[in-house]
Structures are given as C-alpha cells and as structure tokens.
C-alpha cells in the first residue's frame, strides 16, 4: 500500500484550510501565546508593556480572589458527579417508556435553547431576596434563604441551576440516544430472571453506556472551566463580593473592569493549563469513540 | 407494542409523580417570568406570584421600544446569520479537506483544531478586544462575525470531518476520473449529499452564535449595535429592580429560540447527538 501515498492531493487541501487556520491563528493561537507573554509585563491592555518579571504571578498568589476562584471551580467540580447520577437516572425512567415520555423530554428540553443569558436573567428573577421563591418560602416555612445574595448559597445556586436547567435536557437526549443502542432483549430477559429497575441500572444500562458517562464528565468539565462567564454575568456579575468569581469571571474583572491586562494574563495561564489537561482528555476520548 | 419494563405497576404512578415534579420544578422559573410580564408594576407588588389578574402590554412596549430591544433583535437576525454564513463555509471546506482529502501533517492539523475546541472565550477575549480595535473594527458586524466564526469552526469542523470521513471515498474517485476539480466535488458532490448534516450545523451555528454574551459583549460597545442576547444581559443594571419589565424583556428574548425549536426540533434533537461539545 505504500504507493498510495503518492497519491496526495498536492496543495489542493492547504487551500481548503485557509481560512480555517487563518480564523484560528488571529483569534485563537494568537491570543493564548500573547497572554502567556504579558503575563509577564505590567500593561493596561493599550500604550507600553513593561516588563516585570513574575510579579504578576506573585501577586496572584497573594490575591484572594484568586483561591476563591479556584475554591468556586472546585465546587462547581462538586456537582459534576450529582449532573452524572441526576441525568442517568432520569434518562433510565425514561427510557422504560412510560406514557408520555416524549413529552417530557422535549419540556425539560426547552431550558436548555434558551442559552445561558436567558437562563441567568429568569433565576436572577426567580431567586432573588424578594423574588418568588422566597415568598414560597415565606409563605411555607416563616423563612427565606439568600440563594445569590450569601456567599456560601450563590456558588451552590449555580451549580444547581447548571445541573438541572442548563444540561438535563441536554443531556437526556444525549443518554436517550446512547440507551437506545442496548439490544432491548438483554432488558427483557433481566426482567424475566426477576430484575427490577434498580438492578438492570446498575447490570445493563450503566456498563453498557460507560462511553457516553465518560464523555458527559469531560463536558462537564468543560462546561466548569470554560462556560461558566455568561451564567454569572447575568445571574450574580461575581458577587457577593466574589463569591461567585471563576477563573474566567476573574480575568473578565482584571482586564475590562480594573485594565490590569498583564495581570489577567497570569490568571490565563492558569486556567489554560487547566483547558489543556481537559482538551486532550476530551481528544482521547474522541479518538477511542468515532473521529 | 409496549416495551417490557422493569418498573413494577405499583412504582409506575410513584414514577409518573416523580417525573411530574420534575416538570414542574423545571417549568416554574419560566411561569414566574411570563406571568409577571403582563403584570404592571403595582400589581407585581400585591401579586407576584398568580397569573395577572389585569393583564398588560406596557412593560412589552417599554422593553421592546423604550429599552430597543426591538431594534437589537433586528442586530441579531443581521448579525446571526452572517455569522452562521461564515462558519457554515470555513467548516464544510475544512471539512471536506480533512475528511477527504490527503495530504501531509493531516493528522496533526486535526489534532490541532480538536485542541482547540474547547478554550473559553475569556481566555481570547483580552486579545481579541484589541485586534479587533488594531483593524478598526470594533462596534462593526465584521468584528463580531469573524470572532464568532472563528471561536465555533474547532466544533464544526470536527462534525463535518466525521462526516465527510464517513462518507464512501468511491464518490471522490469517481468524480476525479471524471476530470471534476476539488472545489466543483465540494460543490457539487459531497455538499449536496452532506446537506441534512450541513443543516444541523447551520442550526447549532446559529443557536450558539444567537445566544453568545462575551465577544459581543466587548466588540459591540456602541449601545446601538446591541445584540438582543447583549441587550437582555445588560438589562438587569439598566432597569434597577423593575422586575416585570426586565421579565418582558427576558420573554422577547424566548421567542427567536423557541419558534426556532417548534421549526427544527427533529433536526435540534438530532443536533444535539451530534456532538456532545457544541459550544
């Protein structure tokens, strides 16, 4: 087969690429190298940099907002699990093809079309101090809770409202779809030995979908890491004070708030080692899956 | 036929409770923002929970007027689908050449674009600011087209490439021996056939781009080219605490997704399988 080689397709495919890698490199590959480099300068993002050696990095070090970006990613981290087990489960009652359960599919669904600014306008709505949950509360129990005003509640709100508003319905086609591959007869001698749903979750459905579980984790990890701005930019803008900062709300507050550029240039660094442990775990995956 | 269902009849009802709640837990955030956006102020304040009791238009007028949430939809609807334009060419032709074609460094230029799928917009967002001020281009369709078409083709490049890939190489053969070019086989072949995957793309393109805060946040600056998605972001600061007009806003925010869904669910839903990484 070594002949075939000859055969390539010449300049041919460089062309076709062009403006893929002309796209990438001006506002991908360019933006990460250049914020590994001002990382080490002192620079408000126009006029001259100054060079200052790791002082940034230092700084970060002694910034706390900084560890409790880190502390917040951790807890998002937290939830990750709960979205596995949650999304599984439900998916698996669906599955059992009870009445209506496409309906329900496509209502928990609509949450997840609306994207993530929608998403954090209608909680920002809904949790407020006085909104109507609250008064629910109120009204049941004589008290309320500050779900985006504490510290300690904000970080955990948003975790919920990804788990169960932005990726169930998501993921539930997404696990439907990897269900749907099960030889069905595989259920229905498991229920004929007297398995019950508990059983054939643990013994069928979950061994034989592991490849779709795995794939759902690193998303999530991606969701944490990467896709988190939109939601607490609507929902929270950081606060309680920052109590509710990640990584990316950090170097959006040092950069386009505050004009430390340089500064925002450490915090880059890091949470691009973070995506480039994620990335190729997520490429690994993909090379076992299908590409 | 019923399937066979490891549920015992005595837990079906308990499930069906169960899946209930779920609705409507799900489905009450929504109810709220809509009820209190036909409500006005003073009957927000003695009614914040029921539907309106006299229900009214103003904060609709208000939002979509007053606030120019119209005039940002009109942004979005321009905006979106050049967008979606860009992305639709970048990723076919990328596509199309990792999928099909061969060539030296195929394997690492892949892995490259797969690498970078998944880097969030804040991580780009400070150089992108500036490059897109360099080329005067800030407040400008441009600006934040090629920032968006940029930022997704990673994901539907990948797409199209498992796509293409997947599609037998006889019809490039073929095709070839008949003298055919690369661009007329793209053209005129392989797109054509790709099309309900084509579609797809275009409908993720433009849900992701429809919804995307940080690049239009920092690139369209000038008030007047909001994006509708910008325009609800920035609600929240610009209307205090009148919470039924910020819901008004928040619902004509719902309307382009969700007529979009009633249009496209089949292919939203296959869309969805597609890829678990959509951006």
New interface residues.
Partial sequence: MRHRSLERDGRAPFLFLAPLFVLLCAFILFPVIMNMVVSFADWKGYGRLKWIGLSNYRAMMHDGAFWTSLWNTASLVCYIPVSVAVTVFVAALLREGLGGWKVYRAILYVPNLLGLVIIGAVFSIYLRDDGPLNLALKWATGSTLPFLTSPVLAINSIGMIKVIWVHLGFGLIYFLAAMNGIDQGVYEAAIIDGAGFFRTLRHITVPSIRFAIEFWVVFNFVEVFSRMFSLIYTLTRGGPAYATFTLEYGIFVQAFEKFHTGYSGAWSVVLFLFCAVISIAQIRLMRQGRA | M???????AG??GL??V??LG??F??????Y??VA?SFKSTDEFVVN??FPPLAPTLENYVYAAVGARLLHYAVNSLILVPLGVVLYL???V??G???GK????L?LP?F?????????????????????ISLMHLANTAAGVV??W???F??FG??IM??YFAAMPYELVEAARMDGAS?PRI?VQVMTPLAAPMVATLGIIGF?SM?????FS??ILQDQGSRTL?LG??M??GEYGVR?PI??A??VI??VV??V??LVF?RR??LG??AG??K?
Avoid: D
């Fill in positions: 019923k399937r066979a269902s490891s549920i015992g837990w079906r499930v069906q169960f899946l779920l609705i837990v799900s489905i009450l955030p929504l709220n923002v209190a914040p929970f060419v970048v990723c032709s990328a199309y050449a990792f074609m061969r060539f030296r195929r230029l892995l490259v674009v797969l690498f970078l799928l998944i880097f969030p917009q804040l991580l780009l967002a400070t150089q992108i600011y500036r490059l090629l920032s078409g940029a930022y083709s990673p490049t990948y490439t498992t690369h793209l849900q429809w919804n995307e805060l940080p946040l920092l998605t609800i972001a609600a929240r919470v910020l819901s806003a928040v925010g719902m997704p969700l979009f869904f669910q939203i839903t969805a399988t678990a990484l951006g």
